[in-house]
């Protein structure tokens, strides 16, 4: 096991729009009529919102674990100024673009994502967050260069819900890039005999290991001896410089038996197994 620090960035740069029934063919990338994002039915049709991402190639790659993502968008008009419920479904879509309409609305690839929230004005300025960890995962994984996000309005049948939102939302991305395979596991002395066996003079080996972090971060090491089903030691080492052999002196007896009697004293002993 190796152990790395996570990084937090933030979106490249980021779009808004909305595709209405009432304008099938309207185009509204960063133009919507009033300049903000509305989702629901607004009196004369049904209106649904998208954002999209710029990503940060930083955090791009096939060994990038996001441990959190988060988009935040403004709650900034409704329709009451009393107590609303409001109940949207989130979806990670195909990209929306300069053409994306209602007759040409982005396609939803995963979905969805409950958005609820109460607002109590009809100007609430009411932050609100969207989880799309695993979203963006995705994403950053294929090397993907930008994330959209559609926003429906469970209920587009009556203005209750109705719902705009500001043009400038954020994406929050809390990630690391795992570190390579560890290769070049080993003991410090260690001997390979001919029975298959791995042995060691001393009873309390190095045990040794080296990986490369794509970050250039320092990474750290688990070393694990196991005896079937029985750990016999489970230490971490320090932090060693991306591709340097990372080393720890075992604190506990490794060995389960002398190779033969005629060998001096603890002069080598057999490893239950290769440390994990």
């Given at each position: 096991m190796?152990?790395?620090?996570?990084?937090?960035?933030?979106?490249?740069?980021?779009?808004?729009?909305?595709?209405?029934?009432?304008?099938?063919?309207?185009?509204?990338?960063?133009?919507?009529?009033?300049?903000?994002?509305?989702?629901?039915?607004?009196?004369?049709?049904?209106?649904?919102?998208?954002?999209v991402f710029g990503l940060p190639s930083a955090a791009d790659g096939s060994t990038t674990y996001v441990l959190s993502a988060t988009v935040t968008a403004t709650a900034v008009a409704t329709y009451s100024s009393t107590s609303e419920a409001h109940d949207l479904d989130a979806y990670y879509t195909s990209q929306y673009s300069s053409t994306s309409s209602w007759n040409s609305a982005p396609t939803a690839i995963a979905g969805p994502e409950a958005v609820d929230f109460t607002t109590t004005s009809t100007t609430p300025n009411q932050s609100v967050s969207i989880n799309v960890t695993s979203w963006v995962q995705t994403d950053l994984q294929a090397y993907g260069w930008q994330f959209s996000l559609g926003l429906l309005n469970t209920d587009e049948a009556d203005t209750n819900g109705f719902v705009e939102f500001g043009p400038t939302p954020t994406l929050s991305i809390t990630y690391d890039h795992a570190p390579y395979a560890v290769g070049g596991v080993a003991l410090s002395p260690e001997n390979w005999a001919a029975d298959g066996d791995l042995y060691t003079s001393t009873l309390t080996p190095a045990f040794q290991a080296s990986s490369t972090d794509p970050d250039g971060d320092e990474i750290a090491y688990e070393f694990k001896v196991e005896q079937g089903s029985t750990v016999i030691e489970d230490d971490t080492s320090g932090y060693f410089a991306s591709g340097a052999?990372?080393?720890?002196?075992?604190?506990?007896?490794?060995?389960?038996?002398?190779?033969?009697?005629?060998?001096?004293?603890?002069?080598?002993?057999r490893v239950p197994s290769t440390p994990a």
């Open positions: 190796t152990i790395d620090p996570s990084y937090t960035v933030s979106e490249a740069w980021e779009g808004y729009g909305e595709t209405q029934s009432a304008y099938p063919t309207a185009e509204e990338l960063d133009s919507t009529f009033n300049g903000d994002v509305s989702v629901g039915y607004d009196g004369g049709g049904i209106d649904r919102g998208y954002y052999t990372g080393s720890l002196a075992s604190t506990a007896t490794s060995c389960t038996s002398r190779p033969s009697s005629r060998r001096a004293p603890h002069d080598a002993c």
